[in-house]
């Protein structure tokens, strides 16, 4: 059981470009969740999958934000445009899926920077 | 709507002191609720966890209780040592299984 892994850990990017992370969850996990975590607060529910299907999207994710887990595996979430208020720690998380409230496990989050 | 609400930080204490860090919740239903820990240059990691009215959590000396009647869910350890510097989220899960978490409460544990 290697965790719950995300790529890049750090992207500078400037205002305008596109970004895309990803992540891997760890093996036999059903769900995976994305959240946004600013400077001072707590993290942020912004969508979750179980296997392939996007299942919530919080109001959070603009249409500027789209996530994928083509193949029930690692999943991807891209920002287009990305805006100064895009800067932020995005985190992955997943589950086994086979139950309710079940203990996710994080990963080390992608730090993104828009100049 | 759902929410978190925890004490500000930072909170500061010396070695072998008592800790108490207060978390209360508004959610419909019947949530689950947890404490992570994040420590410096680490990820969210889970420290304990109740699933129902009544239950206790409790991991490495912190400890839990699942207040249904006071919506709480205050952290507690006996002896804080200077390892356990870290950042803390109360959070509690709802609808499908999303975690809503407070804003987090920071802890300086000073030898």
């Known amino acids: 059981d290697t965790g719950v892994s995300q790529d890049p850990r750090h992207k500078i990017t400037k205002r305008g470009q596109n970004v895309t992370f990803r992540c891997d969850p760890i093996?036999?996990?059903?769900?995976l969740y994305w959240y946004r975590q600013t400077l001072g607060q707590g993290p942020e529910f912004l969508t979750y999958?179980?296997?392939?299907?996007?299942?919530?999207k919080s109001r959070l994710l603009s249409d500027r934000f789209s996530a994928e887990r083509p193949k029930g595996s690692f999943s991807t979430l891209e920002i287009q445009r990305t805006e100064q208020g895009d800067s932020a720690m995005y985190l992955c998380?997943?589950?086994?899926?086979?139950?309710?409230?079940?203990?996710?496990?994080f990963g080390p989050g992608t730090r993104l920077l828009v100049l | 709507g759902d929410s978190v609400t925890q004490m500000e930080g930072p909170v500061t204490l010396s070695e072998e002191a008592f800790l108490t860090i207060n978390c209360t919740y508004t959610?419909?239903?019947?949530?689950?609720l947890f404490w992570y820990v994040q420590y410096p240059g680490e990820g969210l990691q889970l420290l304990l966890k109740?699933?129902?009215?009544?239950d206790k959590g409790s991991n490495k000396g912190f400890e839990a209780t699942y207040r249904k009647e006071t919506t709480s869910f205050h952290l507690e350890k006996g002896s804080v040592q200077v390892s356990d510097s870290a950042v803390y989220f109360c959070?509690?899960?709802?609808?499908?299984?999303?975690?809503?978490f407070g804003t987090g409460t920071r802890l300086q544990v000073f030898p």
């Open positions: 998380a997943s589950s086994l899926g086979l139950a309710f409230h079940e203990t996710q496990y």
């Open positions: 093996s036999e996990h059903n769900r």
């Open positions: 999958f179980q296997n392939e299907a996007q299942l919530e």
């Open positions: 959610a419909t239903g019947y949530p689950s």
């Open positions: 109740a699933t129902k009215a009544d």
């Open positions: 959070a509690h899960t709802v609808g499908g299984d999303k975690l809503i």
